[in-house]
């Protein structure tokens, strides 16, 4: 693959996903990054600003296995992964498998099944594969679970564990559109549903192809240093009751490659890991008891200790390939 041809698939990727997502280039492109990152995405927002569309819209791009899971109370661990059933013919168990078999898997909603059902993802997004009844069966390649959850304020919820939240590697929110946008909206919906107008731009080995590119972005020793220097200020924070983890600055310099190499370039640089350090760490973070900053609690003060970190934290003078 050369260089044209990865910015032109993504582009066609951008292109066909902001039909459907109006005025917001930065979640569409989070989630082209993490699709191309080989991590899962956690887009998290109060109902209705379009969190299962954007999930639905990158699923269309591409010529793949899609399945989206539900996710409800009464949702079990096995409809997720699969179960094994006697065959009478066989005299033998034969293996079913579950939802979670697929290239793109839409978790709609996580939140709201238990934590013993959110739990039968954890094999799945670490490893690529799922263990029933002592077999271990491997997922299609590539691999992303695209979840969606509403805030815990809102009435049905389960908090995610922490252990699943570190499997994502960004979490984003939509936000409102703005006025231009919801009003074509309201023009362009009234007749006729966007997602039935995506085509697929791409297959699942081109995608294997545009990751295997993307890999190759050079991460000089001064920037790597760098994202070290991030997650272990984390760890020592006196506002933070619980840091970065090594799989987040793992993913923070994987992200900030797609990052780079969307930009057109064959290396990072320290700009690249700052933009992405919230979207990648915030959802890790847990805040120390009672902790404010400047009046903000819970997620806006572990957003408010990041912005700060940015400022204090050395930046390499020598970032470049």
Do not use: C
Request: proline residues 8%; aromatic residues 4%; glycine residues 4%.
């Amino acid at each position: 693959m050369s260089p044209t041809d990865f910015a032109e698939t993504t582009a066609r990727i951008v292109a066909e996903v902001s039909r459907v997502i109006d005025g917001k280039p930065d979640a569409v492109r989070s989630a082209l990054v993490t699709l191309l990152a080989e991590g899962h995405l956690l887009i998290e927002d109060v109902p209705g600003v379009g969190k299962t569309m954007l999930a639905r819209a990158l699923a269309a791009t591409v010529d793949a296995t899609v399945r989206r899971i539900q996710f409800t109370p009464d949702l079990l661990p096995s409809d997720v992964t699969g179960i094994s059933v006697f065959n009478p013919g066989e005299r033998e168990f034969e293996f079913k498998p579950g939802a979670v078999f697929a290239n793109i898997v839409i978790a709609d909603e996580i939140n709201r099944s238990s934590p013993k059902t959110q739990s039968a993802l954890l094999e799945a997004m670490e490893e690529g594969q799922v263990t029933v009844d002592g077999r271990t069966h491997p997922l299609p390649d590539p691999f992303l679970v695209v979840a969606t959850q509403n805030p815990l304020e809102m009435e049905g919820t389960y908090a995610l564990p922490e252990a699943q939240r570190d499997r994502f590697m960004m979490r984003i929110s939509m936000g409102y559109p703005d006025a231009a946008a919801e009003a074509q909206m309201l023009r362009e919906r009234d007749v006729a549903n966007p997602l039935t107008a995506i085509t697929p731009v791409t297959d699942a080995a081109s995608v294997r192809a545009l990751i295997s590119w993307a890999r190759r972005v050079h991460v000089s020793s001064p920037v790597e240093q760098y994202a070290v220097a991030l997650a272990q200020a984390t760890r020592v924070h006196p506002d933070l009751r619980l840091g970065a983890s090594p799989r987040a600055t793992l993913q923070l310099v994987r992200a900030a490659k797609v990052w780079a190499a969307l930009d057109g370039r064959a290396f990072v640089i320290p700009d690249d890991i700052t933009a992405l350090l919230i979207p990648v760490f915030a959802h890790r973070l847990i805040p120390a008891r009672a902790t404010s900053v400047r009046g903000r609690s819970g997620p806006d003060a572990v957003t408010a200790i990041l912005q700060r970190l940015i400022s204090t934290v050395a930046v390499p003078l020598t970032p470049g390939a």
